[in-house]
């Protein structure tokens, strides 16, 4: 009964390389996010979706390339993989993007290595 | 430039004593404050909110007050227990920013028998 899941939860690979990470959400919630987590634990936003519509893009390098086919999927693409860019990758979500109350529910992480 | 700060790394407590966190912001447009838990290999979980019109708010063992003037939060857990052993983040919204939430880089929590 996973409320928010991403895939893979591991992912190893080559400088170089193009790789994915998916994220789902079965909370019918409408607001999904991708956090960034570096080796200095610090937890950065990177990009947002409402509705399918880009809300926040961070200063992201435009290798990273989000996707929302549809309000409970986010995806996360990335080109040419680069040895920072190895972290850790949270997708979250929330209903509504309004303030107020701003519970974020968050995905268990995909831990990238770039080798 | 990190407007969410979290200056003690680590902190150990007793079972069954107070835990203290501490967090200070600078960015006094922030007008939402979160506290999340997070245990290894897992993802955050939310424990406890506060408003920027609010100095305190309880939820059970857990309370967080706000000091505006000092643009400073704190989580009290009292009593601890060992289950609360986690990387504690705070974090901090601004209303009209899509609820995009700052980070602090997280305190870790040891509650020692």
């Given at each position: 009964d996973t409320a928010v899941?991403?895939?893979?939860?591991?992912?190893?690979?080559?400088?170089?390389?193009?790789?994915?990470?998916?994220?789902?959400q079965n909370l019918g919630h409408d607001t999904m996010y991708w956090y960034k987590q570096d080796s200095k634990k610090f937890l950065k936003i990177m990009f947002s979706y409402n509705n399918?519509?880009?809300?926040?893009?961070?200063?992201?390098?435009?290798?990273f390339s989000p996707k929302s086919p549809d309000k409970a999927h986010l995806n996360l693409h990335i080109n040419s993989l680069e040895l920072g860019d190895s972290a850790v990758y949270f997708c979250a979500s929330r209903q509504g993007i309004a303030g107020g109350f701003n519970e974020q529910f968050f995905g268990p992480g995909t831990r990238l290595t770039v080798l | 430039d990190q407007q969410v700060k979290q200056n003690s790394p680590s902190l150990s407590v007793q079972e069954g004593r107070i835990s203290i966190l501490n967090c200070d912001y600078t960015n006094s447009m922030f007008d939402y404050f979160l506290w999340y838990k997070k245990y290894p290999a897992e993802g955050p979980t939310f424990l406890i909110s506060i408003s920027s019109i609010k100095d305190k708010n309880e939820d059970g063992r857990f309370t967080v007050f706000l000091n505006k003037s000092a643009k400073h939060l704190s989580l009290h857990?009292?009593?601890?227990?060992?289950?609360?052993?986690?990387?504690?983040?705070?974090?901090?919204?601004?209303?009209g920013t899509a609820s995009k939430l700052t980070f602090g880089t997280g305190t870790r929590l040891q509650v020692t028998l």
């Open positions: 899941s991403q895939t893979p939860k591991y992912l190893v690979t080559q400088m170089g390389n193009d790789k994915s990470i998916k994220c789902e399918k519509e880009l809300i926040i893009n961070e200063t992201v390098p435009n290798r | 857990i009292v009593p601890s227990q060992p289950g609360d052993s986690a990387v504690y983040f705070c974090a901090a919204s601004r209303t």
